[in-house]
């Protein structure tokens, strides 16, 4: 992970639910040594109109129904700024830079845990980081003994990509049962029973 995506991991709150939404609009100084940019609202949003203190709420021309304006992009905020701007028409990017809850369920295990992905509910509970290879494969039913291969991005394929062994036993069983089920039926039929 870059800087910037471990200053806004690091500002993501430990609490349940939350995502790149509870990240504070401020500047920080990251490890890299440069400085985040403050996030610049500089339009109202047609859709929800002004913030609860008349704000505004949109981040590009967009917002207020005008065609997106290139002059528009923010780069290197603390809040990403393509989260906000096309946020309206994506349930507002809801669980990106996610954290999981201990009580709540695991999402899909993905090949690429990465906090801006398809899934990007992939931030430990109670730790500033992205889950780990073994407690994705852990939500895969995978036993700890099983062992992974290759790089972290490697390994994370291998669960990601995997049928989760529970459910591959489960299927292999019904297979055999149906197959057992079938040989007892063909052997009464040649009994003649």
């Not at 500047?27 to 929800?48: A, E």
């Not at 309206?88 to 993905?110: I, K, M, P």
């Not at 062992?147 to 069983?173: C, E, S, Y």
Request: hydrophobic share 30%; with cysteine; charged share 20%.
């Amino acid at each position: 992970m870059n800087a910037l995506v471990m200053a806004r991991i690091k500002l993501i709150p430990l609490v349940p639910g939350s995502d790149w939404r509870d990240l504070p609009n401020i500047q920080v100084h990251i490890s890299d040594g440069s400085v985040t940019k403050k996030l610049r609202y500089k339009y109202n949003d047609k859709k929800n109109g002004l913030s609860s203190t008349g704000a505004f709420r949109g981040v590009c021309a967009c917002a207020k129904g005008k065609p997106c304006n290139p002059s528009d992009r923010q780069f290197n905020t603390l809040i990403p700024w393509s989260l906000p701007h096309t946020g309206n028409r994506n349930n507002h990017w809801a669980g990106l830079y996610g954290r999981l809850e201990w009580d709540g369920f695991f999402s899909t295990t993905v090949t690429d845990p990465e906090p801006m992905g398809k899934q990007g509910r992939v931030l430990h509970p109670e730790q500033h980081r992205v889950v780990s290879v073994r407690e994705c494969a852990r939500s895969q039913g995978f036993p700890d003994t099983y062992r992974f291969f290759g790089q972290t991005l490697d390994k994370h394929r291998q669960v990601g990509n995997a049928v989760p062994p529970p459910l591959a036993k489960a299927i292999g069983l019904e297979i055999k049962n149906s197959i057992l089920a079938r040989l007892r039926e063909s052997q009464t039929d040649a009994s003649g029973n």
